[in-house]
C-alpha cells in the first residue's frame, strides 16, 4: 500500500517538473535571458533558491522510498548549476525510483524511520509518508513552480498536477 | 484507509495554516500596514491572490471528504475579504471535517468521483485522493504560505508541516 501512494506518484510528480523544467528553457530562450538567472531565483533572501528547492524535491523522494524500503540510495553531491545538469538530478531520480516494486515496500508501514535530526525519535513508515514524505515533496516543487510562476514562465497548476488517471 | 490518508491530514494542514494566518497578523501588526494588503497579494499578475488560494485550499479538503463519502458539505459564498473571516472559513472547513468516520469511507476507494468539468470521465477515490486531493491541498497552501514568505512574514516550513507524531 505505501508503494502505491509514494513511488508512482514521485515519478510522476518528479516527471512534471521536468517538463517545468523545459517551459522554463523556453521562456529564458523567448525572452533572451540566461536561464541560470531563473535557477539562482528564490521568494525571499532567507528561502532556498530555485536549484536548491529541486535538490531537495529530489531527495524527498529518494530518501523518502530508501528510508522506507532500507534500500541503499545513490549519492548526488548537490553541484548542480546548469539547467541540463538539473535535469539530470531529476532523471537519475526517476530511475533509481523505477526499480522498487511492491514487494520492497512490504513491511514499509510499521518500518522505523529515523533521522539524524530527531534524536532517539522516530515515525512508523505510515507516519513518515504522510507527516513528512508527501508534505515535503509537494512543498519543494509548489516553491519551485512559484518561482517560477513569480518571473513569468507560462506555466499552470495543470503542468504541477500532470494527467489524471481518468477512467470511462 | 482512504479516511486516514486523507481526514486528520486535511485537518492538521488547515490547523497549521490557521496558525500561519495569525503570524501574518502579527507581521502586519509590526510593520504598521493593513492585514488586508497580504490577504490581496498575488506572486503573479494571472494568479489568484491569498484570499482565493485559502478558499480553494478549504474547498479541496471539503468537496474531497464529500466527493469520497456522498456526505453532503456546507456551502461557502466566497465573500472573505478579511483575516477574522478567513480564519473562520478555515475553522468552518475543520470542524467539517471533524465529523467523518473510517466508517463514512468505507467505500471511498472504488468510489466513482466525478466532476462537471470532466464530462462521462471519472477517478476511483482511490486515484482521486493520490493524482487530484492531496497534489491540490499542498499546492495551494504552500502557494498561500509562498505569498506571505515572499512579503517578508516570519515562518518557516515547520509551520507548514506542524508537529511530526514522533514516537520513542
Redesign the interface.
Known sequence: ?LF??TVP?FI??LTNLNAILDKAAIHAETKKFDVEVLLNSR??PD?FNFIRQIQIACDTAKLGCSRLTGKEAPTHADTEKTLPELKARIESTVTYLQKFTDADFADSATR?ITHAR?G?????GE?FV???A???L??HI??AY?IL??N?VEIG?KD???K?????
Chains 1, 2 share one sequence.
Request: proline share 5%; net charge positive.
Open positions: 500500500m502505491q501512494s506518484q510522476k510528480m521568494l525571499a528561502q522505523k530527531w532517539d525519535e522516530y515515525l512508523t507516519d504522510q507527516h513528512h508527501l508534505p515535503n509537494y512543498f509548489t516553491t512559484s510562476r513569480h513569468g497548476k504541477y498536477l500532470g489524471m488517471p481518468f477512467k470511462k
